[in-house]
DNA sequence: CCTGAAATCAGTAGGGA
DNA sequence: TCCCTACTGATTTCAGG
């Protein structure tokens, strides 16, 4: 298994400044990149290669609207299943296209799954199949805030609260 | 606010492949998706053009590996607050760095929030600022999945303007 | 890390199925 | 309507300092 090394103390603050503005939008020239932290073209390029080499860029993605795509609706499940089921159950799971995403919880409600549909008709089904593996507990999320990037409040603040 | 129409039906085959490939990789060169989906260039170029502009592509970001910015922890939060606290509640943990996402349910459990964080020694900070709400909810996230990306497995409706 | 040259890429114009 | 080929400017990569 890949060890995660932590490179963050390898960063300063140009990468950082690089990384955000690729977040902001990750199909920015590289030449403007430079312009915005104050480099060069080349060392702007040389930099994020490093950073996709030593594993702090992993890839490059699209945001979409989900809603556009007619998959407005979004749920939350909860699922607590048996030891011997569990295997089986992420298995499935990861088959499952309208499970977008899966993560395994310490506790009792050992699965937490993220769930993509054009309607909550469609949630039956898949409430459902789930429902076989263990308890189920689903609920419909109202409202998203879009997901915050990782900025150097974060990387560099680390666990910083408001004092 | 959200005016958000469904355009899936206005989607052919080779809008999707476009879609698929700037997932994979959200820095290929416009030449390139074109040869890949069959295209020429400025035919391609047009495509993504109008998937921006008709909203089914609202940017592009770059994917981190959070445990090489020092941010190996992360964590599922529940909270169970009042009618009254609801809102108050809701603008402070927009303004807390760490919550990297915000979403608000059904039930009575009615937001969720990811937390991402150096270790769990940072964790009780947070739990005690988001304590003073209402209920809070905590689990450690051990395992995730990457995050699935939205395909033609998906988005159906797709109705062949074209082949 | 900067400058400069060669290759590739992006955007526009004009024409065809 | 949608697509293709050609052209011009911009961008990326690689060399050398």
Known sequence: MATVRDVS??????????????QANAR????????KVGLSQPAASERVRRLEDIGVI???GVRLDPAAL?????VSMR???????????VEHLKGVPEVVQLRRL????CLDLTVRLPDTV???????????FGDVR???????????PLGRTLIRGCGARRA
Chains 1, 2 share one sequence.
């Open 9 to 22: 103390s390898k960063l300063d603050s140009i990468d950082i400044a690089l990384i955000e503005a690729l």
């Open 28 to 35: 920015t020239p590289i030449a403007e990149l430079g312009r």
């Open 58 to 60: 992993v890839g490059y």
């Open 70 to 74: 007619g998959l407005a609706t979004e």
């Open 79 to 89: 699922v607590r299943t048996s030891f011997d089921r569990f295997r089986p159950c």
């Open 106 to 109: 310490t506790g009792e409600e």
């Open 122 to 132: 469609a949630l039956e089904a898949v409430i459902d199949d789930i429902g076989r």
């Open 138 to 148: 689903t609920a419909v999320v109202l409202h998203a805030e879009p997901p915050k």
